[in-house]
């Protein structure tokens, strides 16, 4: 199973960007698939994920209507479309998937099995 996480870049503050997690080894519409990030010196947090094939989506209250999780199966990918970005949104950013996730603890990192590569994103002001 790999996991391509892409599509981060430094863009100024209100701008937007659009990640990719491209998936082989892994039917991602079968699975629970989140973005996490970890900005420096921070532990990793959680951001946005689909839990299991369905449309159930969460968000981190941080980026709650800025964010949007989508999915497209036909590619085999998971985007996050990041709009009016802050600088505090600078930081790694990974997908995650695992088809073993239950509902109650889909937004802590240790329930994913499989991890991208990361993306770098950066907020400038």
């Known amino acids: 199973v790999q996991l391509q996480a ?3 870049g430094m863009v100024q503050v209100g701008g937007s960007l659009r990640l990719s997690c491209a ?6 519409s079968r699975n629970s698939v989140a ?4 900005a420096p010196g921070e532990e990793r947090e959680f951001v946005a994920r689909f839990f299991r094939s369905g449309g159930n989506t969460l968000y ?9 999780i989508s999915r497209d199966n036909a590619k085999n990918t998971v ?3 990041m ?3 802050k600088p505090e949104d ?4 990974y997908c995650a998937a695992s088809s ?7 937004s802590d990192f240790r329930a994913y099995e499989y991890w991208g590569q990361g993306t770098l994103v950066t907020v400038s002001s």
Not at 100 to 106: A, G
Request: proline share 0%.
């Open 6 to 8: 892409s599509g981060g």
């Open 23 to 28: 998936a082989s080894g892994i039917t991602l």
């Open 35 to 38: 973005w996490f990030r970890r």
């Open 60 to 68: 981190a209250d941080s980026v709650k209507g800025r964010f949007t």
């Open 79 to 81: 985007s996050l479309q």
């Open 83 to 85: 709009n009016n970005l």
């Open 90 to 93: 600078t930081a790694v950013y």
């Open 100 to 106: 073993r996730v239950i509902l109650s603890s889909s």
